[in-house]
T-cell receptor, first 113, second 114 residues
Framework: AQTVTQSQPEMSVQEAETVTLSCTYD???????LFWYKQPPSRQMILVIR??????QNATENRFSVNFQKAAKSFSLKISDSQLGDAAMYFC??????????FGKGTKLTVNP | DSGVTQTPKHLITATGQRVTLRCSPR?????VYWYQQSLDQGLQFLIQ???????AKGNILERFSAQQFPDLHSELNLSSLELGDSALYFC?????????????FGPGTRLTVT
């Protein structure tokens, strides 16, 4: 079974600074997708970024980028120029052949003004 | 706004009772997924329906059941409720059953069992 591990329960960053959230996963599949979801206090799950395992190039969406290391099974999220609105729980998720999303436990990000 | 709607937003009920949670997927989406978010278990996949048929099952209790109707809306039925069933229940939808498409989440239904 696939597992996703987020080793940082909580992180904090100063406004305008850069922060990296870590995620590792375990799978025997070769074809899969990885996602980062954001869950603000409203509890809505918002897709931040996705990465296809077959693509070597790291995905980027505005201030959000990933560092995908397939051999190490690592998928970290970098948030640049952090804003107060980035404060939220961030979940790393894996999706393979079974289509269901497997989530990590989450990292609570605090942004300090 | 993801386009996925869930009703009700909040539900408070007593142990032993039965409730029904409703989900309307985004227009055109054929696949519906149900997830449970609790403090103990985190976010867990429960079940998936695709165009009216059950597609995959996860950690769904026998007391729970779901269905997807011809108009593609889905309902999650929870019966013989226990205190531990208190959680946030999410519905998500995607265009089709395939690996390429993202799942878009509804706002969730918060269930409190007293």
């Amino acid at each position: 079974a696939q597992t996703v591990t987020q080793s940082q329960p909580e992180m904090s960053v100063q406004e305008a600074e850069t922060v990296t959230l870590s995620c590792t996963y375990d799978t025997s599949e070769s074809d899969y997708y990885l996602f980062w979801y954001k869950q603000p206090p409203s509890r809505q799950m918002i897709l931040v970024i996705r990465q296809e395992a077959y693509k070597q190039q790291n995905a980027t969406e505005n201030r959000f980028s990933v560092n995908f290391q397939k051999a190490a099974k690592s998928f970290s999220l970098k948030i640049s120029d952090s804003q107060l609105g980035d404060a939220a729980m961030y979940f790393c998720a894996y999706r393979g052949g079974s289509e269901k999303l497997v989530f990590g436990k989450g990292t609570k990000l605090t942004v300090n003004p | 706004d993801s386009g996925v709607t869930q009703t009700p937003k909040h539900l408070i009920t007593a142990t032993g009772q039965r409730v029904t949670l409703r989900c309307s997927p985004r227009s055109g989406d054929l696949s519906v997924y149900w997830y449970q978010q609790s403090l103990d278990q985190g976010l867990q996949f429960l079940i998936q329906y695709y165009n009216g048929e059950e597609r995959a099952k996860g950690n769904i209790l026998e007391r729970f059941s779901a269905q997807q109707f011809p108009d593609l809306h889905s309902e999650l039925n929870l019966s013989s409720l226990e205190l531990g069933d208190s959680a946030l229940y999410f519905c998500a939808s995607s265009v089709t059953s395939g690996r390429v498409y993202e799942q878009y989440f509804g706002p969730g239904t918060r269930l409190t069992v007293t």
